[in-house]
């Protein structure tokens, strides 16, 4: 597929193929053990960012590789996440088919595989495409505490205590509170890690759903079967989150 010279065009190529390479780390090792892989992408988009000489253009106008590599990964494997391999692969053909093997104009651009996407992408998590594609977004998530007290047969009780916030940024750096009702995103407690057969480290998740979270300070207490050790939000670095140690913290266990 050829796509066209306008600016953007080349996440068309990179992102997704960084984006399969993604998919295939999952498939081989599990989504609960993608931290790893997404936190490399992370760091490498917030260094690029860092470092940026001129100004950042919004991902559908990107013009460098730590945007269409770094996080044009991170903003599709995050789509999928939302809306699941179904609708996206979907989203993929479709594209695929009007644009793949086209000998005259108009070739494709960034305009046209966002368009795509946006049609398959449900209206409440539309929200989600506006702030990767179109907007600078960054978060400001941190687990303050973690604290968990035993029941019965297995069964722990985990309070979290966090704190979010979300960010615009203009082309400059300059950032804003955004204003929102919530974003969705991860809720996660684990138990300690172990080795799998080969070897590597594994993460065991006891519970990792999305909650919707608004701005500000949160309390959330749920249950797990087994014993808790860390727990956070969005701990696999899912969001862009300038912060990211700081979104998974030890459980204390309460007498």
Not at 45 to 74: H, M, P, T
Request: aromatic share 10%; net charge negative; with cysteine.
């Amino acid at each position: 597929m050829v796509p066209n010279s306008t600016r953007g065009a080349n996440l068309i190529s990179e992102s997704l193929a960084e984006y399969t390479a993604l998919v295939l780390s999952e498939r081989k090792y599990g989504k609960a053990n993608m931290k790893r892989f997404l936190e490399d992408e992370l760091n490498g988009y917030l260094r690029g960012r860092a470092f940026e000489s001129k100004k950042e253009n919004v991902f559908i106008d990107c013009n460098r590789s730590y945007q269409w590599y770094r996080k044009g990964s991170l903003i599709l494997y995050g789509l999928r996440d939302f809306i699941g391999d179904s609708l996206m692969n979907k989203a993929i053909r479709g594209f695929r088919d009007e644009f793949a093997h086209k000998e005259t104009p108009p070739f494709a651009g960034s305009h046209d595989l966002y368009r795509y996407f946006e049609s398959v992408t449900p209206d409440s998590l539309k929200y989600y495409l506006e702030d990767t594609w179109k907007k600078i977004t960054l978060y400001e998530n941190k687990a303050e505490m973690a604290t968990a007290k035993k029941l019965e047969d297995g069964i722990y009780e985990v309070t979290i205590k966090l704190t979010s916030q979300k960010l615009y940024a203009d082309s400059t750096g300059q950032e804003t509170p955004a204003k929102y009702d919530g974003d969705y995103m991860d809720i996660g407690v684990f138990a300690a890690e172990d080795r799998d057969e080969s070897g590597r480290k594994r993460t065991n998740p006891l519970y990792l759903e999305k909650h919707k979270i608004a701005p500000g300070e949160h309390s959330i207490t749920l249950k797990v079967r087994g014993e808790p050790v860390k727990a956070g939000v969005d701990p696999l670095n899912k969001l862009i989150d300038r912060k990211k140690d700081d979104n998974i913290i030890d459980v204390e266990m309460e007498e």
